[in-house]
């Protein structure tokens, strides 16, 4: 068992936590594993806490943030509305980017000792797998918090929420800390999913890597997207060769096997083997595996399939769509559809991995693996294909089909374990093309606030459409969405809707059958969005009958007036037939899609007849565009000069980048040229560029944002801080946002920008005294706070068990456990002589006072005159 304790291991969280760089925040890490290893302690024990979103043995909790919030307002008795992000909007937890675990850590810090727990860490393993045990059996949770509270700092509480809900919010990422534990344990964890053999095989950590085993989840290859408009570069090799699939609808999955015996994993690594229709042998009553193994090779004593998990329906004899809303995982023998693997890879086969075979030759082994049979296991269909008019014709038949897009794998690729970029593999969906997808104008019908630091913000929109009823002009709601709006799109539409608002929903409007919005907003005062998504399903939870999946905004449509949104004939003309799911596709794709625009050929006759061709030394060309695959259009029209790169990006990964994400790359910054990429500015060629002041001048940082996926959408300004120089327009533009110190104007401050402002200015941390807040509370209330009677008051009780010491603690009191300089109160519930004359010898200064005076102060609210309370020497 292990001796480290939980309180410690919240102390390593805080420091971690309130360091601001990223290296310094590993390095305390570091020292946290290095004093933990030297205890001889578990280190499977640790790496449970410290990172729970890779825990897999422990079932689930069961409890999400809006389902604790229920729990701790019952256990902790708070009002109704004190953990709900709307009744926090203006509080400043919610406007320093707290989230929920700070929002109960302020609201029970009173109820919880201030004092730091002896609880080992196992202790709080036990209590985890107590609560998981419970969930599992629909045991209610209440008397197991409340156990464990009693014994938990408040600080230490807080942490054990960021643990239940798997978000440490630490700042360095689970593959830092894993790197941290041993250099190799990231590589292993892609090869493994399984923290305990990571800590079986690097307790030490001078042990060897181990690789690939059985029974062990894999990482599994992704795909990079891709648009059917690019596919025409991936042949410009024309020796180049291709394997084309269609990317199916369900769920990730792995099958391992060996001797008789399998374990079916999900994408996120999650075992599902025990789950209903699944089983782990031929003995069990899985139905999955019964079929599964008459169906393989009699030779066959091991292997790991990579596949996907589908819903085959019993009586039509066709998949089913995850836009049907059913989980594959949870399927049962009175479900109207069964679970069936389809196979598109090959792992392992009879204890060989297949990792560095070529695709084609897996494709072989898997080919001669097992005999297909509908609704049990199939092998994807695969074909090999050496020019774009292939795939066109077989995306337009994948179109038809109503498939989820294609899939496209370099002939002779090998498998990249959790590898997405270079892995040689692409999908292909017609929504991720401008001219193939239906889109929509609905209206704004309502907000969501976010949560933590986007608490008090609208971070997603309920949206509608028009329709008549009795002559008059409704709205019904058919869709929330929330991604796809940059974050000047978000601020123009907190600002328009923060005073029109409401939060009732208005008579014109027909709202979904749960999750309202938090804000109302009546149709005459919003506005239209024009809204992209792959397909309309059928849907009860709103009242048109069907909604939109995977919707996303394209643009904010202000040349249109409200009242004309689209009509719900519109919408449901998008409707061709009484499937479940409709592809929302508008044609098929073209050829002429895929074919880039060619240069115009010179006459020969313009030539310059003394002109001599000679041949270019490639190193003085840079990176050519056609040698890049394009997979966002976030940089389109920006002209961008790279001067140089740095040991993290070469001069030529920065090109790269920049060109997927279809910028225009130039060696020399001209006018026309949006900004000038530094990566070293302390060569004597940048300094004197910059001294000049005619261009933007920005840091890596600045490209690391742009080209995040999650900042697609967004307009692509500078932060003052990503600047290096600037020419006075873009200073003068910034200086009406920001502050001399950084700070925004509009923005609300968080954690990071308050901390980067008061670098600037540089100002240290003070800490908040008592005198402070009795300043503070002087000007709010006229007088003392009658929620803080007992500010400044240090008080020891003598009977640990007095009831009086948790209304002391409510009104601000601070309690402690012991006697020492800073206690200004002995608190008696009997005034026993003995005892008495104990304490005024001892604590001559100290004033000692029954704590009926606590129960009276807090019945009446006031600071009541203490000397009829205090206890007198009477010997």
């Excluded at 790197?179 to 305990?196: C, D, G, W, Y």
């Excluded at 693997?341 to 082994?365: G, H, Q, S, T, W």
């Amino acid at each position: 068992m292990s001796t480290f304790t939980f309180g410690t291991l919240c102390e390593y969280f805080e420091n971690i936590f309130k360091l601001k760089e990223k290296n310094k925040k590993i390095q305390e890490l570091q020292k946290l594993l290095e004093n933990y290893r030297n205890l001889n302690d578990s280190l499977y024990s640790l790496l449970r806490l410290l990172l729970p979103k890779l825990e897999r043995e422990r079932g689930p909790h069961g409890l999400k943030q809006k389902s604790l919030r229920v729990l701790y307002t019952r256990i902790f008795c708070l009002g109704k509305n004190d953990l709900t992000s709307r009744s926090q909007a203006n509080s400043r937890t919610d406007q320093s980017g707290e989230d929920f675990a700070d929002r109960i850590y302020y609201l029970i810090r009173s109820q919880l000792q201030s004092d730091k727990s002896s609880l080992k860490i196992e202790e709080i393993n036990t209590f985890l797998d107590d609560i998981s045990s419970k969930n599992s059996s629909n045991e209610r949770k209440d008397s197991t918090f409340l156990t464990i509270a009693k014994k938990l700092s408040a600080v230490e509480f807080k942490w054990l929420t960021r643990i239940i809900l798997k978000d440490l919010r630490l700042g360095i990422g689970q593959n830092n800390i894993l790197k941290a534990i041993h250099p190799e344990a990231e590589e292993l964890f892609n090869l493994t999913s399984n923290l305990r053999e990571i800590c079986n095989k690097l307790q030490n950590v001078n042990s060897e890597k181990p690789g690939i085993k059985i029974f062990y989840h894999i990482k599994p290859m992704l795909l990079e997207r891709c648009r059917i408009e690019e596919v025409g570069k991936l042949f410009q090799d024309q020796s180049m060769k291709y394997v084309l699939q269609v990317k199916y609808d369900g769920e990730r999955s792995q099958i391992h096997m060996k001797d008789g015996r399998f374990k079916y994993f999900t994408r996120n690594s999650y075992d599902i083997t025990k789950n209903t229709l699944y089983g782990e042998s031929i003995n069990s009553d899985g139905f999955l595996t019964k079929n599964i193994s008459r169906l393989i090779r009699n030779d066959c004593k091991s292997l790991i399939l990579d596949g996907e998990i589908m819903g085959w329906h019993k009586t039509k004899k066709v998949f089913g769509s995850k836009g049907m809303q059913f989980d594959v995982k949870k399927l049962t023998t009175n479900s109207a559809l069964q679970p069936c693997f389809v196979a598109y890879d090959l792992i392992m086969y009879n204890d060989e991995l297949l990792l560095n075979i070529p695709y084609n030759r897996r494709l072989e082994k898997l080919e001669n693996l097992f005999q297909d049979e509908e609704g049990i296991m199939i092998k994807a269909k695969s074909i090999v294909v050496c020019k774009s008019e292939q795939v066109v014709d077989f995306f337009n038949e994948s179109l038809d089909r109503k498939d989820e897009g294609i899939v496209l794998k370099k002939y002779n690729s090998l498998y990249k374990p959790n590898c997405r970029d270079g892995s040689g593999c692409y999908k292909i969906k017609a929504e991720f093309s401008d001219d193939l997808i239906q889109d929509t104008d609905l209206i704004i019908l309502g907000g969501y606030y976010g949560n933590g630091r986007d608490a008090g913000k609208l971070r997603s929109f309920l949206m509608g459409v028009q329709f008549t009823h009795n002559q008059s002009t409704k709205f019904q709601s058919v869709v929330s969405v929330s991604s796809g709006l940059s974050n000047e799109q978000l601020k123009e539409l907190q600002r328009k809707f923060q005073l029109k608002g409401q939060t009732n929903c208005p008579d014109s409007i027909v709202g979904p059958k749960n999750n309202l919005p938090d804000l109302w907003i009546k149709p005459e005062d919003s506005v239209i969005l024009q809204v992209r998504a792959s397909e309309i399903i059928r849907s009860s939870f709103y009242p048109i009958g069907y909604t939109l999946r995977f919707p996303r905004v394209e643009s904010v449509r202000h040349d249109k007036p409200w009242h004309d949104a689209c009509s719900s004939t519109e919408f449901l003309s998008f409707v061709k037939d009484t499937g479940i799911v409709q592809k929302l596709t508008k044609r098929h794709a073209t050829i002429l899609d895929t074919e880039n625009i060619k240069p115009k050929k010179i006459p020969k006759s313009s030539k310059s007849k003394s002109f001599s061709s000679k041949r270019i030394d490639e190193r003085f060309l840079g990176v050519r565009s056609r040698d890049v695959v394009r997979i966002s259009r976030c940089l389109k029209g920006k002209e961008i000069c790279v001067l140089n790169g740095n040991e993290e990006l070469s001069k030529s990964d920065i090109e790269k980048l920049l060109i997927s994400h279809a910028a225009n790359i130039v060696q020399n910054p001209g006018t026309k040229t949006y900004c000038v990429i530094v990566g070293n500015a302390e060569k004597v060629k940048v300094k004197n560029a910059m001294s000049d002041k005619e261009q933007d001048f920005v840091g890596i940082n600045w490209l690391k944002r742009i080209t995040d996926i999650k900042n697609w959408p967004q307009k692509y300004d500078f932060y003052p801080w990503e600047l290096l120089s600037s020419r006075s327009s873009t200073t003068n533009r910034l200086l009406k946002d920001f502050d001399k110190f950084q700070d925004s104007y509009t923005d609300d401050v968080d954690e990071f920008s308050l901390s980067r402002t008061l670098d600037k200015i540089n100002i240290r941390d003070k800490e908040f005294s008592t005198e402070n807040f009795k300043d503070i509370e002087q000007e709010l209330f006229s007088g003392p706070s009658p929620f803080s009677l007992f500010r400044g008051f240090f008080g020891y009780f003598h009977n640990p068990e007095d009831k009086q010491k948790y209304s002391f603690r409510f009104l601000s009191g601070t309690v402690h456990v012991n006697i020492d300089e800073h206690v200004t109160h002995i608190f008696l519930e009997e005034n026993n002589p003995n005892i008495v004359q104990q304490y005024f010898q001892q604590f001559p200064r100290i004033t000692i006072i029954n704590s009926k005076y606590i129960e009276d102060c807090f019945k009446t609210r006031t600071l009541l005159a203490s000397e009829d309370y205090t206890v007198q020497n009477k010997v």
